[in-house]
């Protein structure tokens, strides 16, 4: 029965995060990009936060590394993730499944970034071909014209590709921090000074105001599905499983994430999945196979076992 559920929580979290990609170009009709991903922290991060206070006996960072794992959180992993992610998804270029093949990259630079910034990483040979098949297939994706690499297509998609950064390079400096805090006290924290931070560029930015926001029920629709579902329960299922499966296998979500927020873009949005798409996500997932190609051998028996295992 533990197998079934697994599987089943799986899959729903790859379906909840693959198609908040498509939320989010539903919300972005409705509200300015940065001010939109900082109220939607906004609310998750009270509901996080509120989670924490609950689930664990250290609701809040005390010591200075616990803060500073926070504040990496917050400013990569949430705001410059989230920034980068909303202005490129504005671009009319940039489809629901093309933003979430792009964001499938952050395991492969995650290993890049750890590999480099990590004393007890090696860099091989394979894991150096990995990380460059995963950016050919960005590239891929891209399509970018010789004669003019400025069009909107590729600042859109370059935009996308800077958030996987973001969320990768947070990733690997969180573990250079000497400190331990509850996952999802650090995720709840990191949340709301995420959003802060996110509400300072918003403001900072002449194209956006709260003004500029129009408060329709499709606007309500998207911002609490992504606050709520993709957010909030999304974490808490991820959690989870993360316990249940480890770093290898919840990894794998990334990938099959792009499958469901390709048919919803398709289904609510009449987005068209073309070829360099796919051919895209096929280069990048080969890029992480090479990559984790040790850590999938290891996996691959254990899956096995837990399929034919009656």
């Excluded at 309500?220 to 316990?243: I, M, Q, T």
Aim: charged share 15%; aromatic share 10%; with cysteine.
């Amino acid at each position: 029965m533990s197998r079934y559920r697994n599987v089943a929580l799986f899959v729903a979290l790859a379906a909840v995060w693959g198609s908040a990609f498509m939320a989010i170009k539903v919300g972005l009709e409705y509200f300015p990009p940065v001010l939109f991903a900082a109220i939607r922290y906004d609310v998750a991060g009270v509901l996080m936060l509120g989670y924490a206070a609950y689930a664990t006996d250290r609701w809040r960072p005390r010591t200075r590394g616990e803060w500073q794992l926070v504040l990496v959180g917050a400013t990569l992993m949430i705001a410059g993730y989230h920034a980068f992610l909303f202005v490129g998804e504005g671009y009319d270029s940039v489809t629901s499944a093309v933003a979430a093949v792009v964001v499938s990259l952050s395991p492969v630079l995650t290993t890049g970034f750890a590999r480099a910034l990590l004393p007890s990483e090696r860099l091989t040979p394979a894991s150096v071909a990995g990380l460059l098949l995963g950016l050919v297939g960005v590239a891929v994706l891209s399509n970018p014209d010789p004669n003019n690499l400025v069009t909107s297509s590729v600042v859109g998609k370059s935009l996308v590709f800077a958030a996987a950064a973001s969320f990768a390079l947070g990733s690997v400096l969180t573990r250079r921090i000497d400190a331990e805090l509850p996952i999802e006290t650090m995720e709840a924290w990191s949340m709301v000074l995420g959003a802060v931070l996110m509400h300072a560029v918003s403001v900072a930015r002449p194209s956006e105001s709260l003004a500029m926001v129009r408060w329709t029920p499709e606007a309500l629709w998207a911002l609490a599905y992504l606050s709520v579902a993709a957010s909030a329960l999304g974490f808490l299922v991820y959690f989870d499983l993360l316990d249940r499966l480890g770093p290898v296998e919840i990894n794998l979500v990334s990938y099959v994430a792009p499958v469901f927020a390709a048919l919803s873009g398709w289904w609510f949005l009449d987005e068209v999945i073309d070829l360099t798409t796919v051919a895209g996500f096929l280069v990048i997932f080969a890029g992480f196979c090479l990559l984790k190609r040790e850590a999938l051998a290891q996996e691959l028996p254990k899956l096995r076992a837990a399929v034919t295992r009656r």
